[in-house]
C-alpha cells in the first residue's frame, strides 16, 4: 500500500495493511521498520506538526495500527508531541541520527552568526542546545579563550536538570509540560552541588522563570560554571537554549552572570531570526 505525501511521492507503508486494505503484494514486503520510515516521511512531506487525524487521512493504516505506531515512534524519540498533546512532530533522535543534515535547519543557521559573535565579545564558551524528551541535547557549540574538557559536544545528551540550558529550557515550558518534564527526570548526583530532589527543582525552575536566565553553579561538571537563556519564538514556542560557559578558575559564576542581559539579547536575536526563516520557507 502507499500513501500519497504532500509532493505527491508515493510512500510505501508495508504489510500489516494487507488484508485489510488490499495491499500490493510488493508492498508486503517492506515490513514494521518500512511502515515507520513512511510514517516519518509522511511528516517530512508536511513540513509541519500534524494531528491524528492528518496523519490518518494520509495513511491506509487502520486507526489502531497507526496509534500504536505513532506511539512507538514518540517513545523512541523519533516523533514528539507538542505542548497540549494534540499535535505530533518530527523528534529530536533524528538529529542525534544525522547530524550533519541539521546543519542547515532553522534553528542552527540562525543562530550560528550570534554564536561567532558572543564567542568573540565574551571570550567563553557558548553552547546552544534544545530539548530531547526530557533531556538536553546539544547541537552546537563555539570556543574561545582557553580549551576548557567539557561534558558538552554537539549532537550529545545530557541531564536537564543540573546543567544551565536544561533548565533555562524546562523553566520556559508551559506548566502542564514541565510538570511532564521534571517528573521525568532522573536525579542521580553528579557533583556536591547537583539538585537531587524534584521539589528543589520545581522551586528553582520558578526563580529562573522570573528572572529569564539560568546558571549552573557546578552542578554537572566541578568546576565548571555558565549561565543559560531559553530560545522562545514569536508564539510563545520553546525552540531551545543558550548558554556561556566557563570555569571557577577563569570566572566566578557571580561575575560570568553579569553577561545574563546579553545572553538574553541573543537568545531573543536567535528566536527572531529562526521565526523569520520558517516564515520564509
Not at 517530512?44 to 505513532?70: C, I, M, N, Q
Not at 508531541?81 to 542525534?96: A, K, M, S, T, V
Not at 514556542?237 to 553577561?259: D, I, K, N, Q, W
Request: with cysteine; charged share 20%.
Amino acid at each position: 500500500m502507499s500513501v500519497n505525501a504532500k509532493d505527491g511521492a508515493s510512500i510505501g507503508l508495508g504489510p500489516d495493511t494487507a488484508a485489510e486494505d488490499g495491499a500490493a503484494p510488493e508492498a508486503d514486503r517492506i515490513g514494521p521498520l518500512g511502515r515507520a520510515l513512511a510514517l516519518l516521511d509522511v511528516f517530512a512531506a508536511a513540513g509541519r506538526p500534524l494531528r491524528f487525524a492528518d496523519v490518518h487521512r494520509a495513511s491506509p493504516l487502520p486507526k489502531a495500527t497507526l496509534h500504536r505506531l505513532l506511539h512507538q515512534l514518540e517513545a523512541e524519540g523519533m516523533l514528539m508531541r507538542e505542548p497540549g498533546g494534540q499535535h505530533w512532530r518530527l523528534g529530536l533522535r533524528l538529529i542525534r541520527l544525522a547530524h550533519a543534515a541539521w546543519e542547515g535547519a532553522s534553528l542552527v543557521e540562525a543562530a550560528r552568526p550570534v554564536l561567532d559573535r558572543l564567542a568573540a565579545e565574551l571570550g567563553a564558551t557558548i553552547h546552544l542546545a534544545a530539548l530531547d524528551g526530557s533531556d538536553v541535547l546539544y547541537l552546537d557549540k563555539r570556543h574561545a579563550g582557553p580549551s576548557l574538557r567539557l561534558f558538552s559536544r554537539p549532537g550529545r545528551v545530557g541531564p536537564a536538570y543540573c546543567t544551565g540550558v536544561g533548565k533555562a529550557m524546562l523553566a520556559a515550558l508551559p506548566a502542564p509540560a514541565r510538570a511532564a518534564a521534571v517528573a521525568r527526570q532522573r536525579f542521580e548526583r553528579h557533583t556536591p552541588h547537583t539538585i537531587t530532589s524534584q521539589g528543589r527543582l520545581d522551586q528553582e525552575l520558578a526563580q529562573i522563570a522570573a528572572r529569564g536566565h539560568a546558571v549552573d553553579d557546578e552542578e554537572h561538571e566541578a568546576g565548571v560554571v555558565c549561565v543559560a537563556a531559553p530560545i522562545v519564538g514569536a508564539r510563545g514556542t520553546l525552540l531551545g537554549a543558550l548558554s556561556v560557559t566557563t570555569t571557577t578558575r577563569l570566572l566566578p559564576l557571580a561575575e560570568l552572570e553579569r553577561h545574563a542581559p546579553t545572553l538574553r539579547s541573543a537568545a531573543a536575536e536567535i528566536a527572531r531570526a529562526a521565526d523569520m526563516q520558517l516564515i520564509g520557507s
